[in-house]
């Protein structure tokens, strides 16, 4: 079965830090980029991290740059999205996505997984 899970939300204080996975079942993600995208409630669904599958290059929403870092492990089949200087304005539900090499859209979507950033 083909597939995307993510894990590793929680609830965590302001300038705290989380680790999300994002990993695969039913194919490689080598050559796939991946992306991190959330949603918070009442909001539009919103793109955050992105890591290409063909030159590993990586992009960051302005709102997170600096304090969130994508990367991935070819050898466990999971891209990771490092949280850090967690804020309020980051609680949402985060999804990964999977494009296929030349593909033109995120074709494989996980379930989500929540984010609550609160004291």
């Known amino acids: 079965q083909t597939q995307l899970v993510e894990s590793g939300g929680g609830l965590v204080q302001p300038g705290g830090s989380l680790r999300l996975s994002c990993t695969a079942s039913g194919f490689t993600l080598n050559y796939y980029t991946i992306g991190w995208f959330r949603q918070a409630p009442g909001k539009e669904r919103e793109g955050v991290s992105c890591i290409s599958g063909s030159d590993g290059s990586t992009y960051y929403a302005d709102s997170v740059k600096g304090r969130f870092t994508i990367s991935r492990d070819n050898a466990k089949n999971t891209v990771y999205l490092q949280m850090n200087s967690l804020k309020a304005d980051d609680t949402a539900v985060y999804y990964c996505?999977?494009?296929?090499?030349?593909?033109?859209?995120?074709?494989?979507w996980g379930q989500g997984t929540q984010v609550t950033v609160s004291s």
């Open positions: 996505a999977a494009r296929p090499p030349f593909g033109r859209s995120f074709t494989y």
